[in-house]
């Protein structure tokens, strides 16, 4: 069975300092991944995703995420944060492009002015 | 871009009443739309799996006589909260896998929040 583990439930950074947020996941397959974002009282919203090929994904609002599949990890990544990316994160799985997607626990991002 | 809305966005209702949400997908076809439910400060639990022209598929430990799941049609599934109580409480997301498009593949829709007096 699929399953996501992300390992910090919390994480506060200053606002310009770089951010990385951590996700493993438990496959046996080529897995499809998600990163999702949720502000306070908010639906969700894709960042980015990975199906295949290159193993570095770019997404919007300047995340990217990095697949290694030695490690079994998804973790994304921004350079310079902003009091705006404050939210919480959710790292996904599915095991393929159309099917149900399992969600990890989630980490919320605190901003540091 | 595709588009799921759900209605409605929020509904406060008493014990022991029954209550509908409608999950549509606008501009694209689902055969299989995704229920999913959250409570506050936690992850999204799958829920089940609403298959147009089937039953649905359930998720483990989830009451299909409670939640009851109906895809009319190939743009809307509708979940129904039957007797709900109070711990029924939680924000229900729904989503719909668009087949070939290249942007996204699955569209959530933006929840609708359930409180049960």
């Known amino acids: 069975a699929q399953s996501v583990t992300q390992p910090d439930i919390h994480i506060t950074v200053s606002e310009g300092a770089s951010l990385e947020l951590r996700c493993n996941y438990s496959y046996g397959a080529t897995p499809y991944l998600f990163w999702y974002v949720q502000s306070p009282g908010q639906g969700l919203q894709l960042l980015l995703k990975y199906f295949s090929g290159d193993t570095l994904v770019q997404g919007i609002k300047g995340f990217e995420a990095e697949f290694k599949r030695s490690q079994s990890s998804f973790n994304l990544r921004k350079p310079s944060v902003h009091w705006s990316d404050a939210a919480e994160y959710f790292c996904a799985v599915g095991e393929n492009r159309d099917d149900k997607i399992i969600f990890g626990k989630g980490t919320r991002l605190h901003i540091l002015p | 871009g595709a588009v799921v809305s759900q209605h409605p966005s929020w509904v406060i209702c008493k014990s022991g009443t029954s209550v509908k949400i409608e999950c549509r997908s606008l501009d694209f076809q689902a055969t299989t739309m995704f229920w999913y439910r959250q409570f506050p400060k936690q992850s999204l639990m799958l829920m089940a799996t609403s298959n147009e022209g089937s039953k649905a598929t359930y998720e483990q430990g989830v009451e299909k006589d409670k939640f009851l799941i109906n895809h009319a049609s190939l743009t809307l599934s509708t979940l129904t909260v039957t007797s709900a109580h109070p711990e029924d409480s939680s924000f229900y997301i729904c989503?719909?896998?668009?087949?070939?498009?290249?942007?996204?593949?699955?569209?959530f829709g933006p929840g609708t929040r359930l409180l049960v007096l």
């Open positions: 989503s719909a896998p668009s087949h070939g498009t290249a942007q996204e593949t699955q569209y």
